[in-house]
């Protein structure tokens, strides 16, 4: 970058990285309001360093804006992490990331189509801040571990460690697969078909014996905890299901998380998400994850 960035190109080079940013760090973070937050402080600090006439405040001798940018969201977001630790901690039922849905008359970009699956994310969770850091940065926008060091200020051969405990924990939990998009929408609407008709029989069809049930509504209503084996959770859907509440529902399928999904609107207003991960042979329901806290759905369009 030339010496002497003026704030309209400081504000441009911001821009052309701010898809990317969001991704890198909605991966860290599973929250759309703490990843906007984030972002925020990035950019203060992005123009802090570009201040002033001519770019005085020192933006000029960044030599790869991408690397600071990336840099100071990261670092940005793993400080935020103990605050959102501990909000978690005091949750009302089961945790999960807010989705995001993609809308129906418009592309994403490549860099926000990086989010990785709801399923994921969950098991995200799971590792310690700087394990889900270097497993996000290096397996799903593919820094090497020597870009990563100098991002996490540790050494190579720290990061490489905290990789492969990243990608062992990861793997146990979760074998990399990925389930054909046309089968997994059609599995879908067999799935919405059967739960809003109260139609044990075909749910229970559906579902691998060792299917776990997240269901995210803030306390609101619904278990206060994942729900795990065949029956137990076809009978907690059925038993949910209201006739009248079901009928009144609008299911649109959209992308949420890279996967074809489902949106459920009460008048137009957002009701649910609906997400599934199918098991490894394709054809069997394993996980079921349903966002219904009004709190996470608020950016889910039309």
Known sequence: MPEGITEDAATRVFADHRELLFSVVYNLLGSVADTEDVLQETWLRWAARNSGPDGAGGGGDIENPRAYLVRVAVNTALARQADISRRRETYVGPWLPEPLVARADAGESAERTEAVSMALLVVLETLTPLERAVFVLHE???????????ILDRSPSAVRQ????????VQARRPRYQADPKVQQQV????????LGGDLASLLELMAPDVTLWRDAGGRRGPLRPIHGRDRVARVITGTAHREEA??????????NGDPSAVLFDADAPFAVMVLDLDADGDRVRGIYAVANPDKLGHVGD
């Open 247 to 256: 009928e009144r529902l609008e299911i649109r399928y959209r992308t949420v």
């Open 188 to 195: 879908t609407e067999r799935f919405l078909k059967a739960a």
């Open 140 to 150: 799903v926008f593919g820094y090497a571990h020597t870009e990563i060091a100098p």
């Open 162 to 169: 905290l990789a492969h405990r990243a990608r062992e924990h």
